[in-house]
């Protein structure tokens, strides 16, 4: 589109060429050019951001001066537990270590010399799976603060936009503290006044710009991404779709691209980093890398455009795939919808674990612990799906609904009947009734309600130890006794939403070494070839290790990659501890 970027970029050669534009491009970028360095950033779609811009913009950062700052004590060598309790026989301690003396100085270097990238702490969220040796119950989670989109000007409009699932009349929410004053915004007078504002804002917002600008979560890390690159001078050059890698002599040179029906090369001196968002549209490499019943599971958050382009150019100059993760996908629990626009997907990561709601497979029986990761989630489920779509179904009580809405439903005091009368809203009277419409054996979800509600009056789930964990509760209701996270399903009319398995990215990837080397076959690297993100494969051995466990790596190895481009490696020095070198655990996820 003319009226958004130039058609063509300035030169036909760069010292850095970047061939994707959500974090892990932006990251490259920024930090190559922080060193001097020309960089071309070349992407797809007509916007930038990718899957980034639709995410909560969370980055798993261990060690970061602002946890010393805060009193948090986080030496390297509990994170590098904790990641290889997560990665078990899959652990790279060298991708690990890497990483972990990374972090923090790509957080350093980024917040003291660009114009807009800020970070803070999310003091609420900890590591996902806090019973494993080096977890942290917090510190290790980074944000970015909300950001003004006014200030990229008319760049505003290359913005992507995020989920619209995720938003309430184009609004976005912020996670944390301001979501729970949008929850009880009738009953406290401090919540009722941020709500006002927020609302006062976006009507101003729509009608002076048609869109708001008060971006927070994934829009607002992009949107300071973007803006911190253009002030740069790094050149963003959209609708340039890679068509292939050019090399010489074994060494990847460049790309051609196909810019408005034309082919131009663009040459890179010092090398190519692919970071085109992975491959959650692509049927056919999602199968052939996902082992077990979520194989055929195509429900994909990712923007349409992440069709596995970087894996593609790759494996075309002889690159290979690490096929070993049990999650190929970043795998979380979704509803479907129909409408007259088309087919909506919602992502279930809050609702399913507040109090007064229950998941439970085909026949009504609970398979998990309900305020667990994605990953955790959507595995669990598959187990218990004994033929067709992996499915189960979120149950809760009117209290519930009404009070944190479920899925599509917003809570009071919007209306909820319509969603009813469409089916994707389940209701019945009873329980037995709800059962019926839901296909559910009516005596055995009977049961597991009963036996959930003496767990609710006593605060211990006996059964999968939802509420035990720290975040389980910040997820809760403080004044839900004797837990947070519990409270019993008692007063009809009952209602269900039917759950699928979707997936927000992609997991397995291009093998690459700690310096972001694309390997060959023989497990060499191929001269001139990085990649970052999605694209290149997961350092977590296929677990969701935390909120922010996407996007750490997506800025940290970016970060990496520009490094070893510049020159500086950065990957030297951590020590992997003795007691860490027994790699026979499977993944935790496994």
Known sequence: MSDRTTHFPSATEYDVLVIGCGAAGLSTAISARLAGLTVLVAEKADVVGGAAARSGGQVWAPGSQLARAAGIVDPPEAALQYLQSEAGSLFDPERASAYLRAAPRMVDEYSSRTTEMRFIMNPLAGDAHPQLPGAAGSGRVLMVPEFDARKLGQRMTQLALPLKEWTFLGMQIGPGK?????????????????????????????????????LVNGQALVAR??????????????????????????????????????????????????????????????????????????LPLAPEGNTGDGLRLALDVGATLDRRLPNALSWTPVSRIETKSGVRLFPHLIDKGKPGFIAVDAKGRRFCNESGPGNDFVRKMAERTEAGPVQGYLVFDHAA???????????????????????????????????????LEPDCLAETIERFNKFASTGIDEDFQRGESLADKRNGDPNCKPNPALRALTHGPFYAIRLLAGDFSTLSGLTVDAQCRVLDTTGQPIAGLYAAGNDAASMMGGSNISPGSTLGPALVFGYIAAQQLIGADVTKEVATPDSLHSNDREPADA
């Open 178 to 214: 301001e979501l729970n004053h949008f929850f009880n915004w009738y009953r406290s007078l401090e919540s009722a006044k941020v709500v006002a504002s927020r609302f006062a804002r976006l009507a101003r917002d729509l009608l002076t710009h048609g869109r708001t600008t008060r």
């Open 225 to 298: 991404l973007f803006k911190s690159a253009l002030d740069l001078g790094v050149e963003i050059q959209t609708e340039a779709t890679a068509l292939r890698l050019m090399t010489d002599a074994g060494k990847v040179t460049g790309a051609v691209f196909n810019i408005a029906g034309e082919q131009v090369a663009v040459a890179s001196r010092r090398g190519v980093v692919l970071a085109c968002g992975g491959f959650p549209h692509d049927r056919i490499q999602r199968e052939a890398l996902q082992p077990g019943p979520l194989r055929h599971a195509l």
């Open 401 to 439: 609904l009404r009070r944190w809405g479920a899925g599509m439903v917003r809570p009071t005091p919007l209306p909820y009947q319509h969603h009813v009368r469409s089916g994707y809203l389940l209701r019945g009277d009873s329980v037995a009734e709800l059962a019926g419409k839901a296909g």
